[in-house]
């Protein structure tokens, strides 16, 4: 069974950094695209950061370009989310997804982590 687990929330304050990782089981880690995805309390789901294996491509939504950077370990089956100058405005439950056929764009994310809390203090 494809699964994925998200960890590395925490509490940081305005400012700070923390580093998400997505964890990955049950599929071939040399094909895929992991997105990053991120629900505020009251808000919807909104799209993050996603990487395809195919081509190294990398997605980030605009409001953390230059703040956000995605990468990956295919030996450690991770993908990874390193914010940086975050924001109170960042503060949401972060998850991971998988589209097992790679693709980023027009993706179908149908394996989803459990969600890791990111809250940011102003």
């Known amino acids: 069974d494809v699964q994925l687990q998200a960890s590395g929330g925490g509490l940081v304050q305005a400012g700070g950094s923390l580093r998400l990782s997505c964890a990955a089981s049950g599929f071939t880690f040399d094909d895929y695209a992991i997105g990053w995805f991120r629900q505020a309390p009251g808000k919807e789901r909104e799209g993050v950061s996603c990487?395809?294996?195919?081509?190294?491509?990398?997605y980030y939504a605009d409001s953390v370009k230059g703040r956000f950077t995605i990468s990956s370990d295919n030996a450690k089956n991770t993908v990874y989310l390193q914010m940086n100058s975050l924001k109170p405005e960042d503060t949401a439950v972060y998850y991971c997804?998988?589209?097992?056929?790679?693709?980023?764009?027009?993706?179908?994310?149908?394996?989803w982590g459990q969600g890791t809390l990111v809250t940011v203090s102003s």
């Open positions: 997804a998988v589209d097992l056929l790679g693709r980023c764009n027009g993706a179908d994310f149908g394996s």
């Open positions: 990487i395809s294996s195919s081509d190294g491509s990398t």
